[in-house]
């Protein structure tokens, strides 16, 4: 069975750090790009970030860029999302994904979509 699981998430207080894994049954995820996205209650999804196969290039949202570090462990096939210096605003249900696919527009690129995805797990951050 093909599945990624998230594990990681939880209650922390703004300034502190989760780290979010991504693990693959059943294939490898390194044969893959990655991404994590997000979802806020009563907002869109936000593509966050995205590591891709061989040179293992990355993307960033602007709303997360130097804060959160995109890695991968092939030998244990799972990649991480190391979140530091949490905002409130970064609560919401954390989402990983095979395939992530950058969209330009308006002079900038944007992660938007994926294929198959995890179940997510939740981030809360307050105080």
């Known amino acids: 069975q093909v599945q990624l699981v998230e594990s990681g998430g939880g209650l922390v207080q703004p300034g502190g750090s989760l780290r979010l894994s991504c693990a693959a049954s059943?294939?490898?995820?390194?044969?893959?790009?990655i991404g994590w996205f997000r979802q806020a209650p009563g907002k869109e999804r936000e593509g966050v970030s995205c590591?891709?196969?061989?040179?293992?290039?990355?993307y960033y949202a602007d709303s997360v860029k130097g804060r959160f570090t995109i890695s991968r462990d092939n030998g244990k096939n799972t990649v991480y999302l190391q979140m530091n210096s949490l905002k409130p605003e970064d609560t919401a249900v954390y989402y990983c994904?095979?395939?992530?696919?950058?969209?330009?527009?308006?002079?900038?690129?944007?992660?938007?979509?994926?294929?198959?995805w995890g179940q997510g797990t939740q981030v809360t951050v307050s105080s």
């Open positions: 994904a095979t395939n992530c696919r950058l969209t330009y527009y308006s002079s900038s690129y944007y992660l938007t979509s994926a294929d198959s």
């Open positions: 059943g294939f490898r995820l390194d044969y893959y790009s």
């Open positions: 590591i891709s196969t061989g040179n293992g290039n990355t």
